[in-house]
């Protein structure tokens, strides 16, 4: 791993210097397995806090090789001094937690294909049967309760945390392992044991609405995914309107969110960041962004490169934002290999929007509030912005 790989919680700019930005567990959960319920903010804090932390990676690795040496822990020695540092962003993850970051921003991880939310009252109810997986296989549907995970019971869990039990690590529950669910529907209880598979994320569907607008949802930005809004937005309907529905996109790989914002913006500036205090800058490729009708659905699920992505449409004046402020994540970590195989990623600097916003702790506010009326509100904004020629 190289030691200038950059994250914004936790993700790189080693592989073909292309920055990424994703959120640890709340991304890898979100984004890795689509489960990432749009109402959960379980993970949030408040704007206070976001100093960049006075710990250096040198700080965290002397730790580890101390406890090495002494015949401990090297992660629980760097836990704890991340733990001490205030870094609001920084943490550790094991080997086998890393390789699913990485997995996931392939847009592949191994699991049993299920959406879910967890409700107000804490229940978790599945809202999305991934096609072709174990768990449609076992007959398991939308609107189904999940109760436990191998005896574990989830109700009030976050579901980040249920997903993790789902999934297990990916070193001791690869593809072929099992897990038992207990499940509910309506008055009926049972239980399946299911068998974990190598699953494909669809990160980016497309659907048209009958006034012919086009539908482009963004689930996260992993690999392939800026190619395949750029193809969405080529293939859709001239004469017709395009919504960009960011809603509970965790983020992910900021190269793929800047060939996104190609796909409207004709070139210029999309984001600055700046990394140990040294500025930097991400630009839209020139010539060929559409210049339709565009309306972004925002929500405050909608974090990292996803906000990266709004502020910019909103800054440039490219798009209408309608919904609730996003999360507000725009720090950027690297990470770096411990002795043991675990990685720490500790915060480095920040990005802006192109008029200088700051993102991180105060999120983006979107042009007109709705909520679940967003996609009828859209339809409505994009009626009245008429056709670009």
Same mark, same amino acid.
């Given at each position: 791993?190289?030691?200038?790989?950059?994250?914004?919680?936790?993700?790189?700019?080693?592989?073909?210097?292309?920055?990424?930005?994703?959120?640890?567990?709340?991304?890898?959960?979100?984004?890795?397995?689509?489960?990432?319920?749009?109402?959960?903010?379980?993970?949030?804090?408040?704007?206070?806090?976001?100093?960049?932390?006075?710990?250096?990676?040198?700080?965290?690795?002397?730790?580890? @090789?101390? !406890?090495?040496?002494?015949?401990?822990?090297?992660? &629980?020695?760097?836990? /704890? #001094?991340? +733990?001490?540092?205030?870094? *609001?962003?920084?943490?550790?993850?094991?080997?086998?937690?890393?390789?699913?970051?990485?997995?996931?921003?392939?847009?592949?991880?191994?699991?049993?294909?299920?959406?879910?939310?967890?409700?107000?009252?804490?229940?978790?109810?599945?809202?999305?049967?991934?096609?072709?997986?174990?768990?449609?296989?076992?007959?398991?549907?939308?609107?189904?309760?999940?109760?436990?995970?191998?005896?574990?019971?989830?109700?009030?869990?976050?579901?980040?945390?249920?997903?993790?039990?789902?999934?297990?690590?990916?070193?001791? @529950?690869? !593809?072929?392992?099992?897990?038992?669910?207990?499940? &509910?529907?309506?008055? /009926? #209880?049972? +239980?399946?044991?299911?068998? *974990?598979?190598?699953?494909?994320?669809?990160?980016?569907?497309?659907?048209?609405?009958?006034?012919?607008?086009?539908?482009?949802?963004?689930?996260?930005?992993?690999?392939?995914?800026?190619?395949?809004?750029?193809?969405?937005?080529?293939?859709?309907?001239?004469?017709?309107?395009?919504?960009?529905?960011?809603?509970?996109?965790?983020?992910?790989?900021?190269?793929?969110?800047?060939?996104?914002?190609?796909?409207?913006?004709?070139?210029?500036?999309?984001?600055?960041?700046?990394?140990?205090?040294?500025?930097? @800058?991400?630009?839209?490729?020139?010539?060929?962004?559409?210049?339709?009708?565009?309306?972004?659905?925002?929500?405050?699920?909608?974090?990292?490169?996803?906000?990266?992505?709004?502020?910019?449409?909103?800054?440039?004046?490219?798009?209408?934002?309608?919904?609730?402020?996003?999360?507000?994540?725009?720090?950027?970590?690297?990470?770096?290999?411990?002795?043991?195989?675990?990685?720490?990623?500790?915060?480095?600097?920040?990005?802006?929007?192109?008029?200088?916003?700051?993102?991180?702790?105060?999120?983006?506010?979107?042009?007109?509030?709705?909520?679940?009326?967003?996609?009828?509100?859209?339809?409505?904004?994009?009626?009245?912005?008429?056709?670009?020629?």
């Amino acid at each position: 791993m190289s030691g200038r790989d950059l994250f914004c919680q936790p993700r790189r700019i080693g592989r073909g210097a292309a920055l990424t930005l994703v959120f640890a567990g709340v991304l890898v959960a979100g984004a890795a397995t689509g489960a990432l319920s749009d109402g959960d903010h379980s993970g949030r804090r408040s704007a206070q806090g976001t100093a960049r932390t006075a710990i250096h990676h040198e700080d965290v690795q002397k730790a580890a @090789a101390e !406890a090495m040496a002494d015949g401990k822990s090297p992660m &629980e020695a760097a836990e /704890r #001094a991340v +733990s001490r540092s205030g870094d *609001r962003w920084g943490a550790v993850y094991s080997e086998g937690e890393y390789e699913e970051f990485r997995e996931a921003l392939d847009g592949e991880y191994t699991g049993v294909g299920l959406w879910a939310r967890r409700e107000r009252d804490g229940r978790i109810e599945i809202t999305k049967v991934q096609s072709g997986s174990p768990a449609a296989a076992a007959g398991i549907r939308k609107g189904d309760r999940l109760c436990s995970v191998d005896g574990r019971k989830v109700d009030g869990r976050p579901v980040t945390e249920v997903v993790s039990l789902l999934r297990g690590d990916a070193q001791d @529950a690869p !593809a072929g392992t099992t897990v038992r669910l207990g499940l &509910e529907r309506g008055a /009926r #209880a049972w +239980s399946e044991t299911l068998r *974990r598979a190598r699953l494909s994320t669809d990160s980016v569907t497309v659907r048209r609405l009958a006034d012919g607008a086009t539908v482009i949802r963004i689930a996260a930005f992993t690999k392939g995914s800026g190619d395949a809004v750029r193809t969405a937005v080529r293939q859709a309907p001239a004469d017709g309107g395009i919504i960009l529905d960011l809603r509970g996109n965790s983020g992910g790989l900021v190269a793929e969110a800047v060939t996104a914002a190609s796909a409207f913006l004709d070139g210029g500036l999309v984001a600055t960041y700046d990394v140990d205090g040294e500025q930097r @800058a991400l630009h839209a490729e020139p010539g060929g962004g559409t210049a339709r009708p565009l309306v972004a659905l925002v929500d405050g699920g909608t974090m990292s490169a996803a906000e990266m992505l709004t502020g910019a449409l909103q800054d440039r004046g490219r798009a209408v934002v309608i919904g609730s402020r996003t999360f507000g994540k725009g720090s950027v970590q690297m990470p770096s290999e411990l002795p043991d195989g675990s990685v720490a990623e500790l915060t480095v600097g920040h990005y802006r929007t192109p008029s200088g916003r700051a993102v991180d702790g105060r999120g983006v506010t979107p042009d007109l509030e709705a909520g679940q009326d967003a996609v009828q509100r859209a339809e409505t904004v994009l009626s009245g912005l008429g056709d670009p020629s």
